[in-house]
C-alpha cells in the first residue's frame, strides 16, 4: 500500500498582490502525474487547501478539477480543513465526495468515532484506518470559565486536544479488532513543540497551535504513521521518525524561496512505513535581493542571466539616503523579464521608526506592530508585556473564529 502525504496548498493565495493560479495550476498537473506514476493508493490533503474561507471561484475549480483527476488514478483521498479553511464550505460536499471515494473532515464530529475512516480496495479488502481530525478550534476543546487565567486555559486546551485524539484512535484501535492488523494513520493540523518556520512564513499566530505548542505525547502510541500540516517546512514532529509535517508545496513567500518543497510517500509493509520526501519542483522563481545600491544592481545582473523570469522582493539597507530608490531599482531591470514585486527601503524604515518627529500611519503597520507601538506609548514594564502579548493574540484569534462562524 502507497500513502502520498501533502498538505497547505493555500490555493488562492497572492504575494505583494500577485496571483499565483499558474503556479498552482502547474503544481498539481504535476501532483497528479506523481500519484500516477508512482502507483499511489490514498492521497491525504493535510488542510489549508485554501488560503482564505471565502476562496474564490478560481482556486475552487483547480481544487475541484484537481480532485476529478485525482479519483481516477488513486483509490481513496482523505482531506482535512486547516486553520486558514472555511469548516463548513469544506464540508459542504461531503456527501457527494464520499461516492468517489474522497472522505473530507471540516469540523469536529459530535461523534468523535465519525473522524475514523476504514479505506477498502481491491474485493473489499481493508486497507488502513484513517483518523481524520480537522484543525481543532477554541470551541471544540473546551468552555470558557469567567476569570480563568492563561495558564488554565492552556492546559483545558492541551487536555481537550489529548482527550479527542484519544477518543478517536480508541475507536480506531476497535476497528482494528474486526477490520484485521492494517495500519493506522491519524491526520492533524496543527503546531506542534519545537516545530520550524520561518519568518513572515504565513504560518497564522492562532491560539491553538501557537502560544500551545503542543507535544507529542498527546499523539496515541497506536498511530502508525501520523501526517500532519499547517507548518510550511517538511519536518518530523518530536523527532519522531513516522509523525511528518510535507509542509506546503510552493514557498507561500519570499522567506521560503529558497527552501525544497517535499511531498511524502509512505509505503506500508504490515504496519511498518517507509517514507520517502520527493522534491516539489519551483514553478515560479521567487528571489530575494538586500544591499545597498551596489549589490542590488550587481545581484539584478546577475538574476537576469541566471533566473531570467523570477519575482524579486529588494531590501535596500545602504549608508546613504537615496529618494529615488524606486526609480532606480525600475531602471535597473529595464529591458529584463525581471518582475519587482515588493520593494523595501530598511534605511528609511529604521528613521521612521527611530524618530518622534515622524509619524507613522496604520497603513504602515498590522495589528501586531500596532499592539507593540501601544506597550510602548503607555510604557507597560518590560515584565508585564508578555502576558499582555499572549493575552493579545488569544483575543485576535478569537476574533478570526467568529469571523469564521459566521458563514
Known amino acids: 500500500m502507497r500513502v502520498l502525504h501533502t498538505s497547505d496548498w493555500h490555493l488562492g493565495r497572492s504575494l505583494y498582490g500577485k496571483k499565483r493560479y499558474t503556479e498552482h495550476q502547474e503544481f498539481l498537473i504535476w501532483l497528479a502525474e506523481l500519484i500516477d506514476s508512482e502507483s499511489i493508493d490514498i492521497l491525504l490533503i493535510a488542510g489549508d487547501i485554501f ?3 471565502t476562496p474564490s471561484n478560481r482556486a475552487q475549480e483547480l481544487y475541484y478539477k484537481f480532485l476529478c483527476k485525482a479519483t481516477t488514478i488513486c483509490q481513496h483521498i482523505v482531506i482535512i480543513a486547516g486553520n486558514h479553511d472555511s469548516p463548513s464550505f469544506i464540508n ?21 468515532s465519525d473522524e475514523v475512516t476504514l479505506l477498502k480496495g481491491d474485493n ?41 485524539y484519544n477518543a478517536v484512535a480508541e475507536a480506531a484501535l476497535e476497528l482494528r479488532q474486526t477490520a484485521g492488523d492494517i495500519p493506522i494513520i491519524g491526520m492533524g493540523h496543527l503546531f506542534t513543540a519545537g516545530g520550524k518556520t520561518i519568518q513572515d512564513d504565513g504560518v497564522r499566530e492562532l491560539y491553538v497551535g501557537s502560544l500551545a505548542h503542543i507535544d507529542t505525547k ?9 501526517a500532519l500540516g499547517h507548518l510550511h517546512i517538511a519536518q518530523t514532529a518530536g523527532n519522531i521518525s513516522h509523525f511528518r509535517y510535507s509542509g506546503s508545496p510552493l514557498p507561500i513567500g519570499f522567506g521560503e524561496a ?34 545597498d545600491m551596489d549589490r542590488i544592481t550587481s545581484q539584478i545582473k546577475v538574476l537576469a542571466n541566471s533566473c531570467p ?5 529588494i531590501s535596500y539597507n545602504g549608508d546613504q539616503m537615496v529618494a529615488d530608490l524606486r526609480q532606480l531599482i525600475e531602471d535597473a531591470v529595464a529591458g529584463t523579464d525581471l518582475e519587482i514585486l515588493s520593494i523595501k527601503n530598511e534605511r528609511m524604515m529604521t528613521r521612521i521608526l527611530t524618530s518622534p518627529t515622524l509619524k507613522e500611519t496604520l497603513d504602515d503597520l498590522n ?5 507593540e507601538r501601544c506597550l510602548q506609548a503607555y510604557e507597560i514594564p518590560e515584565e508585564d508585556q508578555e502576558e499582555l502579548r499572549q493575552y493579545y493574540k488569544m483575543i485576535i484569534a478569537d476574533m478570526q473564529e467568529e469571523d469564521l462562524n459566521r458563514e
Open 309 to 313: 523570469q523570477a519575482w524579486l522582493e
Open 92 to 112: 459542504a460536499p461531503q456527501q457527494l465526495l464520499k461516492t468517489l471515494n474522497i472522505h473530507v473532515k471540516g469540523e469536529a464530529d459530535d461523534e468523535l
Open 51 to 53: 488560503d482564505t474561507s
Open 124 to 164: 473489499d479488502s481493508p486497507m488502513a484506518i484513517v483518523c481524520a481530525v480537522p484543525y481543532l478550534r477554541d470551541k471544540d476543546l473546551r468552555r470558557t470559565e469567567a476569570g480563568e487565567s492563561l495558564e488554565d486555559k492552556n492546559a483545558k486546551l492541551i487536555a481537550g486536544l489529548s482527550n479527542h
Open 218 to 226: 498527546i499523539f496515541p502510541d497506536c498511530i502508525d504513521y501520523l
Open 258 to 291: 529558497e527552501q525544497d518543497k517535499k511531498v511524502l510517500i509512505i509505503d506500508f509493509k504490515g504496519k511498518i512505513p517507509q517514507i520517502q520526501e520527493h522534491t516539489v519542483p519551483r514553478f515560479q522563481e521567487l528571489k530575494q535581493i538586500k544591499g
Open 367 to 371: 495589528v501586531t506592530q500596532v499592539f
